[in-house]
Nanobody, 127 residues
Framework: QVHLVESGGGSVQSGGSLRLSCAAS????????LGWFRQAPGKERVAVAS????????LYVDSVRGRFTLSQVYDNGTMWLQMDSLMPEDTAMYYC????????????????????WGQGIQVTVST
């Protein structure tokens, strides 16, 4: 399994920015799917963005495309999520996740695709 640690969350006003980081370790992460999910109180955990390590082809859900940017450093598993133009509906606990295979268009957004999870970090956007 991969050990994942998130950092960089916090509180910001609407329209502001935050940058989340995910440090992954445990095994060689080449060609693995790394992703960000979020979960608001009382709601299901949903995908935000994912990318296959060693490839520069991030995938985004529609609600964040154009506002969030996922970047990652190849091989060592460090991943960032730059979040701009934040809105109150972005408020949630954000989780870093890793899968043992590359991201597939059919299942990259499904939580069950990932077998390693971070502890989560809170992002709060106020009006």
């Amino acid at each position: 399994q991969v050990h994942l640690v998130e950092s960089g969350g916090g509180s910001v006003q609407s329209g502001g920015s935050l940058r989340l980081s995910c440090a992954a370790s445990g095994y060689k992460l080449r060609w693995s799917c790394l992703g960000w999910f979020r979960q608001a109180p009382g709601k299901e955990r949903v995908a935000v963005a994912s990318t296959t390590t060693s490839m520069n082809f991030p995938l985004y859900v529609d609600s964040v495309r154009g506002r969030f940017t996922l970047s990652q450093v190849y091989d060592n598993g460090t991943m960032w999520l730059q979040m701009d133009s934040l809105m109150p509906e972005d408020t949630a606990m954000y989780y870093c996740a890793a899968a043992e295979s590359f991201c597939r268009s059919t299942d990259w957004s499904k939580p069950q695709t990932y077998n390693s999870w971070g502890q989560g970090i809170q992002v709060t956007v106020s009006t």
